[in-house]
């Protein structure tokens, strides 16, 4: 966070921050030849209350990723009145997928078949599609969840039976480290394995999405072709270890 964010009051500090991580982002489209529009700001908003989403609904926000269908499920009756769509962002144990399909509107963390037939089965019974990413695993980190990058192809092309799942683009977490060219390379590689996959021509799957970039590597993120960049703590402040 810059100096002058740090030294502004509480009151309009969330409207400062999100300038300033506009302003980044402008400057790293620049870099690379982009258009600014090109590129989504996703707020994440877990581990932080109702009063902080209503702040950034003020902004002119709609949807906010969390990681946890219990903390969404606390949070959506709060705030009925703003329209707000869910985005799950978080690994996903197969029994979580009834209350996705109830509450979110979109899932960034698809990495497997159980996964997405038990979606499946629970959206038809509610009558409802979602858009969904399908996560890969770029960095060798043990943490890191994710589809193995060779069986991306293969797992497109089963996901084509399910109505109910709008695929639209890849999501990956890049390794967490100091050493940029290592953090370049897991967003290098995301994009690469969509290329690849798009030369497969699946039908009805144009992956124009890559929800690539955080708080600490968003830029980097920008400049390898990210579409969306989910920023929480940039945002709405640290967060206390979990
Ligand atoms: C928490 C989280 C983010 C946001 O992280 P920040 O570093 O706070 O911006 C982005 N993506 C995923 C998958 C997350 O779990």
Redesign the pocket.
């Known amino acids: 966070m810059s100096q002058d964010v740090q030294r502004v009051g509480q009151v309009d500090t969330m409207a400062l921050r999100v300038h300033g991580i506009r302003e980044r982002m402008a400057r790293a489209c620049a870099r690379a030849g982009r258009d600014p529009a090109e590129v989504t700001l996703l707020p ?1 908003s ?1 581990t932080f209350d109702d009063l902080a989403i209503r702040e950034a609904v003020a902004m002119g926000f709609r949807r906010f ?1 969390e ?1 946890k269908t219990q903390e969404i499920a606390q949070k959506a009756p709060l705030l009925k009145d703003c329209n707000v769509q869910w985005v799950v ?2 690994h996903l144990q197969t029994n979580k997928a009834k209350d996705v399909a109830r509450l979110a509107h979109e899932l ?2 698809l990495d497997r078949l159980e996964l997405a037939e038990a979606l499946d089965r629970r959206l038809q019974s509610e009558g409802r599609s979602i858009d969904v990413l399908v996560q890969v695993k770029t960095s060798p980190e043990e943490s890191k969840s994710g589809l193995e990058g060779p069986e991306l192809v293969n797992f497109l092309r089963q996901l084509t039976r399910f109505d109910t799942l709008r695929v639209q683009g890849l ?1 990956t ?1 890049a390794v967490l480290s100091d050493d940029e060219q290592a953090v370049r390379g897991c967003f290098a590689q995301l994009r690469m394995l969509r290329d690849m996959a798009r030369q497969e021509a699946i039908q009805g799957i144009t992956l124009d999405r890559l929800s690539m970039g ?3 590597d ?1 830029e980097l993120a920008i400049e390898e072709g990210s579409t969306e960049i ?7 402040g640290s ?1 206390p270890r979990m």
Do not use: D, E, L, T
Request: charged fraction near 15%; charge should be positive; aromatic fraction near 10%.
């Open positions: 994440v877990k990723g990681n962002i978080g960034q963390s999501m977490m955080m708080s600490g968003f989910r920023i929480g703590s940039a945002i709405f967060r």
